[in-house]
């Protein structure tokens, strides 16, 4: 089952009451992509909204909605319609739609149902993709007013969608987990909400462990280069002579080194017969490649 027909099963358990019932309802008819005077159009690829549609219809304006039902194997598309003038009519005066200018009217929405009525929005245009894919949940409105008006509902609860238009439908939409985690939350999909909290804390676990393993892998890289870097001058030394005529201490340290390739500074300087921190191996082995280097340029003019 995808993400948005969890999500639509879920709120669909919590339209229990008429007021909430009545309010889905309006949000699915008027965000729905056909309602004229003439027509109204349901279709959906959601089960749960194809099983929820007629019980509405029923339970809240005691009409009997009879599916258009033409699909095949490969079909998985649920298509309603009412076609009965004197039935459009009795609908748009219930919740006083205009069919060539649809518009949130608040006063449908009484007994704090106000949620109950995004959750049919939502029924009707909206959707969420997989949150292990995408952090996203969007409304696909028939109108640009329609679109605005939703934006300020979801703004009254603390939400802010951004809104396009994409093949002539106005869509408004949420990239903010949060904000998504608060909107499913108050349509009354807690479990969805729940179970994107804990898909986005194994994100960022797994993002974290990922960051760790690079940073690791750079650190390694690092000593492993510092390291024969090192090597390469102090074999330089060795091979023109000058090893014996090094210090002690960077004769000790330049033993050590060739001894133990993988070591970084730190170990090293805990090893020495007088150990030292980073820094002061650090120091030490500038030393030794600034002597390399000098017998480098003795060598070349030798040359």
Known sequence: ????NEVREEIARG????DRQFACLYGILLYSRALTRQQIVLQTESPVLAELLP????SVLHMRLESDDNRNAAQTMYSFSVSDPAQIAQICSIYHIRPEQREIRLPNLVNNSMSAFLAGVFFGCGSAMNPNKEYHL???TPSELLCGDLKQILKSIGV???QIVRKSMYVLYLKDSEQIEDTLTYMGAQQCTIALMNIKIHKDMRNKANRLRNCDEANINKVVSAAMRQTRDIQWIIQC???DRLSPELRELAQLRLENPELSLKELGEQLSMPIGRSGVNHRFQKIAAIAEELKGRAAHTK
């Not at 339209?15 to 008429?18: A, G, K, M, S, Y």
């Not at 019980?55 to 029923?58: D, N, P």
């Open 1 to 4: 089952m995808s993400f948005s």
């Open 15 to 18: 339209i229990i009451d008429r």
């Open 55 to 58: 019980s509405l219809f029923q």
């Open 138 to 140: 969007e409304f696909n």
């Open 160 to 162: 802010t969608g951004r």
């Open 241 to 243: 002579g000058a090893f």
